[in-house]
């Protein structure tokens, strides 16, 4: 077993070089001087080329050809496949390739912003055009012969494939463009109005990240332009940020972090810096984040717990009861925007994303002919017409580093919280008598013991059909999604 | 020179990588959950093990070697005299003494603080004999047959030697036993009482900083239990700390931070993320800082105007007028604690540990003997008993982290600090004025241009001998000494 031991510990090292890389980023947003950005620059690639080099070291393809054939239990067997995994990726992409996305993805980024602050499109397409050429000459030393695209979303995803997520997406966008029409043809819920003072917004974000079992002796709450979730194992960082006029903002980006910083506290601490000692895949995590956001946290039981710790914190702000508040919460209204989207809509922004992206990789959209292909889209299920690019092609930082394959795990996400809802509300008595008393542990130790703790052990659809039960389908976030917002609008 | 540039990249990312390491350090200090202590420890060890591998890669041999004897400019052989220095050390400790000595220390700072905390000399003096022991080994392996002090020496103050140190504090010590003694037989100055508001104490400190030419672009403020300067180059923090009876710790502290500090931001900008882009030795780090803290900072003319601030600050808080403070700003009184020590007797703090640590290195003091030899020297010395080891031999942390040879680099900065105050004295007109407006940029900017730019361009004796246009000798910083406390005490 020596070998195996060998291998583990280098590996190990590499874990806690990755979490310092990780950190490096938080401190990006978070705390860094503004004027440090160019020395930062610096450390952070020095960090990745020593990333970089570990990932394909040549001890790591002897310990794992050495490996080969020999048997293992179940979980040295589950290491050595994630570790065999990112090896065989690593080495499959040729440095000088690997370089230039770096690079050009890096440039990419900073065209991108100059480009939607300044509403030109054209200004963005030569280095898109570049940054695809660039993943597309990936994803063929990748694919083997097969489709390229899978060979991308396996960087995220790995397991799942294009025609999969388009047979199940291909079934939700028509029933969920519906819905949203008859929700928006119904009379609207109240909008919340008025001043909520920022620091109160801070307090009591911190008790909802409590509620939902987000553990500060092992995490913190700061402030960041966009919120995000950082690190794993024993230090696991949340951001969120105040509006002050949009509370709701705040603590639902508050409970989505602390879903994903959760599911990386929660994982057996026996996989500490190891690969399984972090969440499975980009689609479960996402999961574990939006069951906790919308689920759990916009249930009719959960919001009404919420509306009387408002009133506690604001005063009577100007709903008037937690049935308003409810609807108040879900309110479905018109947007342009993917990440300020309702819980009805906001996979209709992603389903719109998937395809277009597909379609570029495949070359059957040209990038020249994006924005014509995204704003007849939008006009298609959203029933209006984008006004600039930065409410439309341009709004998502994704494509400008490169991150090809990535969007549909936000749906793919969606669709397994509502395999997990499912299944929590058969295997969890009176969750909403918890839930109505703020009491969140209920839901989230059923999702602790049954997808948090295994961390990597399982791939990741084999991870949700234990947790459920039952494979993977779209239909019970459709059953889900139809029922809430039936009973919301009086459908 | 092709050979030159490439050694140079790799060196550059190197020191990417360790300001890296060095922000991990003040994460730790500042940001870090409590709980994260475990796996912070695997990820520092991972980053320390990544620069020790690169410090000694057979590849910086291979170029130095190439490099023998080229003919370089004046920046190049400065550049490549830091790296062989680096490479040179590091390749002669043998890896397995310098990983025993990297696990025995990590060990020794937790035997030290439990020992602290009980009040145990005892506890602590098994690891600290394995300490020694390890360190006179390393220094065996260091020293090609010279003195081994030197060799320990030489990691904090290179170029320096036990023997030179020797000749200025031996001249230092019986002069400030006797002012010491003449100060504390004078009537006392008053001293500070109430309650100091600890978030106006923040903001006065913020002011102090940017006073001293603190640049908040690159740098922050944090509070810590310690306070230190940490990172070089673009993105340089410190740290601070308040107590509501003393805000003199606060403000000091602050201001001798900000001498580290602006020193590495002060450095030319050419030297960024080289050897040359940081302090050049410890000694002249303490220059600075203490020149800052003391010379500048607690002279009459600065505390003149920081007296108008404190009033500004906290209303009248009981001393009279511009005199009675800058007396009580520099009040000399007894005290156990080197860390808590006035100007005056900080010295003889140092020299104390300088002649035991000396003694522990040659044999010549056995360690069952170093609590009576503290004991007695510190007797002596102080004209009172240690009433406890927390208050004399346990009181520091350094030998028990294997720090031997850097406690006298806090005096050599101090005798420093003396010999760059005479010459900043008589190159900038009018120094005074501009400190009673609370104006430090003639005393700032003069220390940035003749010192602080030049990074590890010239050796510290050097840079020194550059800056004052005299060798370093401790003369100056007596007389300063012998005037201002004259003044203060009536002499």
Not at 28 to 42: I, K, L, N
């Amino acid at each position: 077993m020596s070998t195996y031991e060998d291998l583990m510990g280098f590996t190990r090292e590499t874990q806690a070089l990755a979490q310092v890389a990780g950190r490096l980023d938080w401190d990006q947003e978070t705390m860094m001087p503004r004027g440090a950005a160019p020395q930062r620059g610096e450390e952070a690639a020095a960090m990745a080329s020593v990333l970089h080099a570990r990932r394909i070291d040549p001890k790591v393809g002897a310990w794992l050809a050495a490996l080969d054939g020999v048997e293992l239990d179940e979980t040295a067997a589950a290491q050595l496949r994630h570790i065999r995994r990112s090896y065989d990726r690593t080495s499959k992409v040729p440095a000088k390739l690997a370089a230039r996305i770096a690079r050009v993805t890096s440039e990419g980024q900073g065209i991108w912003a100059e480009a939607r602050r300044t509403e030109d499109v054209a200004l963005f397409l030569p280095v898109l055009k570049e940054i695809i050429a660039l993943r597309v000459e990936e994803a063929q030393a990748l694919s083997g012969g097969g489709p390229l695209y899978d060979a991308l979303l396996d960087d995220y995803e790995p397991g799942t494939t294009g025609p999969e997520l388009e047979m199940m997406f291909g079934a939700l966008r028509p029933e969920l463009a519906n819905l949203r029409a008859a929700a928006l043809e119904a009379p609207a819920p109240p909008e919340l109005t008025g001043h909520f003072d920022d620091a109160l917004q801070m307090t009591l974000t911190r008790t909802l990240a409590e509620r939902f079992g987000y553990d500060l002796q092992h995490g913190r709450v700061d402030k960041a332009v966009h919120p995000f979730s950082s690190g794993s194992g024993l230090d696991v960082r949340i951001t969120t940020r105040t509006n002050p006029t949009d509370p709701f903002n705040c603590f639902y980006s508050t409970i989505h972090e602390v879903g994903h910083a959760t599911y990386e506290q929660n994982i057996s601490r026996d996989y500490l810096l190891t690969p399984l000692g972090q969440g499975v895949s980009m689609g479960v995590h996402e999961s574990q984040s939006r069951i906790y956001e919308n689920q759990i946290g916009r249930s009719r039981a959960f919001t009404g717990w919420l509306y009387g710790q408002m009133r506690d914190t604001f005063g009577d702000f100007g709903i008037a009861d937690e049935e308003a508040f409810y609807a108040c919460v879900n309110r479905v209204s018109d947007g342009f925007i993917r990440t300020e989207a309702d819980e009805l809509q906001y996979n209709l922004h992603v389903l719109l994303r998937f395809d277009l992206e597909r379609a570029l990789i495949s070359g059957d959209l040209a990038v020249d002919d994006l924005e014509a292909a995204w704003n007849d889209r939008f006009a298609a299920d959203f029933g209006f017409a984008v006004d600039k690019p930065s409410n439309g092609v341009l709004q998502d930082v994704h494509w400008s580093v490169g991150l090809f394959g990535y969007f549909p795990t936000y749906s793919l996400g969606n669709v397994y919280a509502g395999c997990l809802k499912e299944a929590m509300r058969a295997a969890v008595p009176d969750l909403d008598g918890a839930l109505a008393e703020g009491n969140t542990a209920p839901a989230t130790n059923w999702l602790r013991d049954t997808v948090q703790t295994h961390g990597g052990l399982y791939e990741a659809r084999d991870l949700i059909t234990r947790a459920c039960g039952a494979e993977p389908s779209e239909a019970p976030l459709l059953a889900y999604l139809k029922e809430k917002f039936g009973v919301i609008y009086n459908l």
